[in-house]
Antibody, heavy 126, light 109 residues
C-alpha cells in the first residue's frame, strides 16, 4: 500500500538545525510532489512547502524562506526537510504528505494530500 | 493569499445526529477544496477532495458540497469514531501554496 514513513522524534537546542526524513513506498516516488506541513501542540495545520522528487524543484512558504531546505534521494525514495536556526516556536509535529491532483471534467485542477506520514515531533529546548 | 475560515470552532453533537461544518474561502477556489479528519495523536486523514468526492474507504455518511467560496462537510449520523477535528484545505496551483482552515472540533454532546 502507499505509505510514507518518517524518522523519529528529535530534541534540539535553539539555534541548531534538524533534518526529518520521509520514506515513500508503494508508488513511484518521482511521480508525486511531497509537501511538508507542521502542527504545534494544540494548534492547526501550517503548510511549509513542496518538493518535486523528479526535478528537485522546491517552493517554500514565505514564513520559512531562508530557513527551510527540502531535498530528496531518489535511489532510496526518501524526501528530507531541514529546518535551521531553530527556536522554541518551531516545536511541533512535522508531517510529510504526498501531493495528488487531477483535472475535473469541467477543466478545474483539484488537489489534495494523501497519504500523510505519521509525523515527527521536533522539540526545541535549551 | 487565500484565507480559509472554518465555523464553528467547536460543534457539540450527540451520537446519531447530523453534523454540518462550514468552510469559507476569502476568494473563489472553484471546487479545489479538500477535507481532512484528525484524531488525537494521529496524522490527518483525507476524507473529501474536489469539494465533494469521497476518498477511498471513506463511509457514505461523509459528504461534501459547495463551490467558489462556500463549502460544507456533512456527517449524516455521527458515530463514536467520528469525534475528531476536521480541517478544510485549498491548494493554489501557481505559485504552489497550501492553506488550511483553523479546524472544527466535533465533540460529544
Amino acid at each position: 500500500q502507499v505509505q510514507l514513513v518518517q524518522s523519529g522524534a528529535e530534541v534540539k537546542k535553539p539555534g541548531a538545525s534538524v533534518k526529518v526524513s520521509c520514506k515513500a513506498s508503494g508508488y513511484t516516488f518521482t511521480s508525486y510532489d511531497i509537501n511538508w506541513v507542521r502542527q504545534a501542540t494544540g494548534q492547526g495545520l501550517e503548510w511549509m512547502g513542496w518538493m518535486n522528487p523528479n526535478s528537485g524543484n522546491t517552493g517554500y512558504a514565505q514564513k520559512f524562506q531562508g530557513r527551510v531546505t527540502m531535498t530528496r534521494n531518489t535511489s532510496i525514495s526518501t524526501a528530507y526537510m531541514e529546518l535551521s536556526s531553530l527556536r522554541s516556536e518551531d516545536t511541533a509535529v512535522y508531517y510529510c504528505a504526498r501531493f495528488c491532483h487531477m483535472i475535473t471534467f469541467g477543466g478545474v485542477i483539484v488537489s489534495w494530500f494523501d497519504p500523510w506520514g505519521q509525523g515527527t515531533l521536533v522539540t526545541v529546548s535549551s | 493569499e487565500i484565507v480559509m475560515t472554518q465555523s464553528p470552532a467547536t460543534l457539540s453533537v450527540s451520537p446519531g445526529e447530523r453534523a454540518t461544518l462550514s468552510c469559507r474561502a476569502s476568494q473563489s477556489v472553484s471546487s479545489n477544496l479538500a477535507w481532512y479528519q484528525q484524531k488525537p495523536g494521529q496524522a490527518p486523514r483525507l476524507l473529501i477532495y474536489g469539494a465533494s468526492t469521497r476518498a477511498t474507504g471513506i463511509p457514505a455518511r461523509f459528504s461534501g458540497s459547495g463551490s467558489g467560496t462556500e463549502f460544507t462537510l456533512t456527517i449524516s449520523s455521527l458515530q463514536s469514531e467520528d469525534f475528531a477535528v476536521y480541517y478544510c484545505q485549498q491548494y493554489n496551483n501557481w505559485p504552489p501554496r497550501g492553506t488550511f482552515g483553523q479546524g472544527t472540533k466535533v465533540e460529544i454532546k
